[in-house]
């Protein structure tokens, strides 16, 4: 049986399409979040549970079982999985998860045997800029990119009405462009990428460094984790500069300075209407995206001599990758 013939078998009944619910599912490292999605991207219900660890079969266990929490009574259209990695450009199979076993896993057509409906697969920060672009911070904007910055940077770029994937399925890794060359060495193997100066991990990496020379910059970080300095996170940064402590607004500042370089290059190379910024890290708003404008306007090649992009606040908080993927996949059908 061929892939489409598989999806035209799966098509759900006139009724279910036009009541069109879908079910989202954003699967990270640590937790699996899944909800009921309907075509405005409304969050109907919500389901979470655990990462079970690096089993293939038992991460599958998993996302059926909160699609079969979710679903109780209510049929769906499609379901949609958002997960960090590479997907092939056909939305049919994880080639690499950094967090999972997968392993060029054909996660799409086991999903479709066990559940019975059209499934799609997507990249995490695609499904999120995606929802950014048709229920959030990016609607109106026909060119936009997303940048979610959580322990690395997720990115994704939607033009004109559709996700831009890359020839292999890998675009929109805004996190891994060099931008120090020989800098701090970054998980993906290489040195001196973006997301080693502007994301959760650089904050709390900072933080420590600065705690271990015994700088009295972040006294009040220190005295929040009881002087226990490897517990400093970026989210314990987060909350100090929230609260208004200098030394972590500063080190926020330079967040910012960094972000607004990455912005800039970015810019050179997409010319956007507008930056959308989510993830934890700009959970602090215009603490982060102040000195975020100024930087990138400082950067901004051609700068008084073109228009510049708008640098924004995501919308949809810590759900927009489910509700991304709910959709996506919901097109998938509806738009077949
Ligand atoms: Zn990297």
Redesign the pocket.
Known sequence: MTVADQQSDLRPSRKVLERGLAVGIDIGGTKVLGGIVDVDGTILATCRKSTPGRDVAAVENTLAAVVAELVDSRDIVALGIGAAGWIDGTGSTVMFSPHLAWRNEPLRESLQARLGRPVLVENDANAAAWAESRFGAGTGESRMLCLTLGTGIGGGIVMDGRIERGRFGAAGEF??M?IVPDGHR?????RG????YASGNALGREARELARAGSPMVHEIVRRVDGDVDAITGQVVAEAALDDDPGARNLFADVGAWLGLGLANLAAAYDPGRFVIGGGVSATGELLLEPTRQSFARNLTGRGYRPAAGVVHAQLGPEAGLVGAADLARRAVTDA
């Open positions: 996190g891994h060099v970054c998980e993906c193997g290489n990428c973006l997301e080693q």
